[in-house]
């Protein structure tokens, strides 16, 4: 059963609790999203670090209940 745009939000944000999270259906079937992650956290993180947080998050969920991932991380930008 594929998961909800809204739970996918919800553990990044349990798990990352400073993230700003954008999910978009990449294809409409509720099984392929797009994440990008904005968090002041990830700021002394590389990038690689930055996506085994958000992996971290999401509880061992990739690949099972959650099919496809695409996912950017950023840092909140320095006005």
Same mark, same amino acid.
């Given at each position: 059963?594929?998961?909800?745009?809204?739970?996918?939000?919800?553990? &990044?944000?349990? /798990? &990352?609790?400073?993230?700003?999270?954008?999910?978009?259906? @990449?294809?409409?079937? /509720?099984?392929? !999203?797009?994440?990008?992650?904005?968090?002041?956290?990830?700021?002394?993180? #590389?990038?690689?670090?930055?996506?085994?947080?958000? !992996?971290?998050? @999401?509880? /061992?969920?990739?690949?099972?209940?959650?099919?496809?991932?695409?996912? #950017?991380?950023?840092?909140?930008? @320095?006005?």
């Amino acid at each position: 059963m594929p998961m909800a745009a809204a739970d996918i939000e919800a553990l &990044i944000k349990s /798990g &990352i609790p400073d993230a700003t999270v954008t999910i978009t259906d @990449l294809a409409g079937d /509720g099984d392929h !999203y797009a994440a990008h992650v904005v968090a002041e956290s990830f700021r002394p993180m #590389t990038r690689v670090a930055r996506q085994r947080a958000v !992996y971290a998050a @999401l509880g /061992g969920r990739m690949g099972g209940e959650l099919h496809a991932l695409q996912l #950017t991380t950023a840092v909140p930008t @320095l006005d």
